[in-house]
């Protein structure tokens, strides 16, 4: 209750200085308008998501001028489309509680109220926080993605793919974390299999976590072997059916739309864009330093390059073949001067052509500490947590910190709750961000010198 009234008062200061549409929502809003006066057969053809978000948009807008008698531009007025985003916030805050308690429910350490400050946190995360205000698809992309993970956890995978394709339909993405989903059932099973495996074999317990090359050679010999199973196959599929029926339905989209971008497809071409991995690992470095960026990560990751010369050497040399072949530069990043990453890009990458090959033992690192982070988790979850951070992040040609919303929040839902002294500090720092961002979106403005619109900074 503290968090949506604090959530309101910032809501009302920045309706009151930026009461018209602002940058997407100059598509956004005119869309759920249209949809509010019955026009669902118009389109903005420079839309590139589906018509999630005015739907679920016009569906409370209605009921609620009904009830309150709202008339005219009021019902679907920008300030009142912004706020259905304001309600997503809300059930966000609340979905991340609910996700926290039952992810880390067997760890009788945590109290409750460190529970309740890792959901403070985590609904304060600056990038998510700051499109609350904004009538974008950011907020209800992550309500229905979360809702459906949860619904996953708890065993109900038919309304955890429903909700799926509500996230699908607010961002055509999103169908990767509906693979996400039936991949915790598929690595659950492995890892129960994994067990029994050991067990007959009456070897000594290893870790299905981590291990030396043997191990992993061994663990993806065991993949082999189940998926080669015909009953193994049969009851995956008979556990995660509606997901599979979920994804079908979205290759049936691809295959007669042409692609899974609707509308302006020329601003958002995919290719294998693999430095967008290294730019997400320092994103989740930066935001989660007091987790992964402490003296004791460093000391381990120090020994692990001591003890493993050779691989890291391979590492380093694959990770520069990627950068110097599959490096992608978007033409928004070099032409819009009101996103951070413009400034990310100019300040740091444009300085000097081998800038982005030094960043490569920051990225190994990052890499190292972020694995190292979710080592509670089992081999089988890590790697299908993996797939699906590639096929949301590498096809994009775009730099863009909103795609990096979910599968950020998903990975610090999945590690250890930090410390109280380490929650304070990222709770802290998130606030400072906030501020920070806030007072520059708000009061440094600026216009361009073709335009007489204000500009502002934004993520």
Same mark, same amino acid.
């Given at each position: 209750?503290?968090?949506?009234?604090?959530?309101?008062?910032?809501?009302?200061?920045?309706?009151?200085?930026?009461?018209?549409?602002?940058?997407? %929502?100059?598509?956004?809003?005119?869309?759920?308008?249209?949809?509010?006066?019955?026009?669902?057969?118009?389109?903005?053809?420079?839309?590139?998501?589906?018509?999630?978000?005015?739907?679920?948009?016009?569906?409370?807008?209605?009921?609620?001028?009904?009830?309150?008698?709202?008339?005219?531009?009021?019902?679907?007025?920008?300030?009142?489309?912004?706020?259905?985003?304001?309600?997503?916030?809300?059930?966000?805050?609340?979905?991340?509680?609910?996700?926290?308690?039952?992810?880390?429910?067997?760890?009788?350490?945590?109290?409750?109220?460190?529970?309740?400050?890792?959901?403070?946190?985590?609904?304060?995360?600056?990038?998510?926080?700051?499109?609350?205000?904004?009538?974008?698809?950011?907020?209800?992309?992550?309500?229905?993605?979360?809702?459906?993970?949860?619904?996953?956890?708890?065993?109900?995978?038919?309304?955890?793919?429903?909700?799926? #394709?509500?996230?699908?339909?607010?961002?055509?993405?999103?169908?990767?974390?509906?693979?996400?989903?039936?991949?915790?059932?598929?690595?659950?099973?492995?890892? %129960?299999?994994?067990?029994?495996?050991?067990?007959?074999?009456?070897?000594?317990?290893?870790?299905?976590?981590?291990?030396?090359?043997?191990?992993?050679? @061994?663990?993806?010999?065991?993949?082999?072997?189940?998926?080669?199973?015909?009953?193994?196959?049969?009851?995956?599929?008979?556990?995660?059916?509606?997901?599979? $029926?979920?994804?079908?339905?979205?290759?049936?989209?691809?295959?007669?739309?042409?692609?899974? $971008? $609707?509308?302006?497809?020329?601003?958002?071409?995919?290719?294998?864009?693999?430095?967008?991995?290294?730019?997400?690992?320092?994103?989740?470095?930066?935001?989660?330093?007091?987790?992964?960026?402490?003296?004791?990560?460093?000391?381990? #990751?120090?020994?692990?390059?001591?003890?493993?010369?050779?691989?890291?050497?391979?590492?380093?040399?694959?990770?520069?073949?990627?950068?110097?072949?599959?490096?992608? $530069?978007?033409?928004?990043?070099?032409?819009?001067?009101?996103?951070?990453?413009?400034?990310?890009?100019?300040?740091?990458?444009?300085?000097?052509?081998?800038?982005?090959?030094?960043?490569?033992?920051?990225?190994?690192?990052?890499?190292?500490?972020?694995?190292?982070?979710?080592?509670?988790?089992?081999?089988?979850?890590?790697?299908?947590?993996?797939?699906?951070?590639?096929?949301?992040?590498?096809?994009?040609?775009?730099?863009?910190?909103?795609?990096?919303?979910?599968?950020?929040?998903?990975?610090?839902?999945?590690?250890?709750?930090?410390?109280?002294?380490?929650?304070?500090?990222?709770?802290?720092?998130?606030?400072?961000?906030?501020?920070?961002? #806030?007072?520059?979106?708000?009061? @440094?403005?600026?216009?361009?010198?073709?335009?007489? %619109?204000?500009?502002?900074?934004?993520?």
């Amino acid at each position: 209750s503290g968090v949506f009234l604090l959530s309101c008062l910032l809501f009302a200061a920045i309706n009151r200085r930026q009461r018209g549409p602002y940058m997407d %929502e100059a598509f956004h809003v005119p869309q759920a308008q249209a949809y509010c006066h019955g026009r669902f057969f118009q389109w903005d053809p420079m839309i590139t998501t589906l018509p999630g978000l005015y739907l679920v948009s016009v569906g409370a807008a209605k009921p609620a001028a009904w009830l309150f008698g709202w008339t005219g531009s009021v019902v679907c007025s920008a300030g009142m489309l912004r706020f259905i985003n304001l309600l997503f916030s809300a059930g966000n805050f609340y979905l991340l509680y609910l996700l926290l308690f039952k992810i880390h429910q067997k760890n009788k350490a945590v109290s409750g109220f460190q529970r309740i400050l890792s959901t403070l946190t985590l609904a304060m995360f600056p990038t998510l926080y700051f499109f609350t205000f904004l009538y974008y698809t950011d907020p209800g992309s992550v309500f229905f993605t979360l809702f459906a993970y949860l619904m996953c956890l708890y065993g109900n995978h038919k309304t955890s793919a429903l909700l799926g #394709f509500c996230g699908f339909m607010f961002r055509q993405t999103n169908i990767v974390w509906t693979v996400f989903c039936a991949g915790n059932v598929v690595a659950e099973k492995l890892n %129960e299999a994994w067990k029994t495996e050991l067990q007959k074999k009456k070897e000594e317990k290893i870790s299905s976590r981590k291990g030396s090359f043997s191990d992993l050679v @061994r663990i993806v010999q065991f993949l082999i072997d189940y998926l080669m199973s015909p009953k193994n196959v049969v009851t995956l599929t008979a556990l995660t059916w509606p997901y599979i $029926v979920l994804v079908t339905v979205f290759f049936g989209f691809v295959f007669i739309n042409g692609g899974i $971008v $609707v509308g302006d497809r020329s601003s958002h071409e995919a290719c294998l864009h693999f430095p967008q991995l290294f730019y997400f690992l320092s994103f989740t470095v930066f935001f989660s330093f007091p987790n992964l960026l402490t003296p004791t990560k460093i000391r381990k #990751f120090v020994l692990s390059l001591r003890k493993h010369p050779v691989q890291y050497s391979l590492i380093a040399v694959l990770s520069l073949f990627l950068i110097w072949k599959f490096t992608y $530069v978007h033409k928004y990043l070099l032409a819009d001067n009101r996103h951070y990453t413009f400034y990310v890009w100019r300040k740091v990458f444009q300085r000097h052509e081998l800038v982005k090959y030094v960043l490569v033992p920051v990225y190994i690192f990052a890499g190292w500490s972020f694995v190292d982070s979710l080592k509670s988790k089992s081999i089988f979850w890590i790697l299908m947590y993996l797939v699906c951070l590639l096929a949301v992040t590498v096809p994009q040609k775009l730099l863009e910190f909103r795609y990096f919303i979910l599968p950020f929040l998903i990975y610090r839902l999945n590690i250890p709750i930090p410390s109280l002294y380490r929650q304070l500090l990222e709770l802290a720092f998130y606030i400072l961000v906030n501020i920070v961002t #806030f007072y520059l979106f708000l009061n @440094r403005t600026f216009q361009w010198p073709n335009s007489d %619109e204000i500009q502002r900074f934004m993520w």
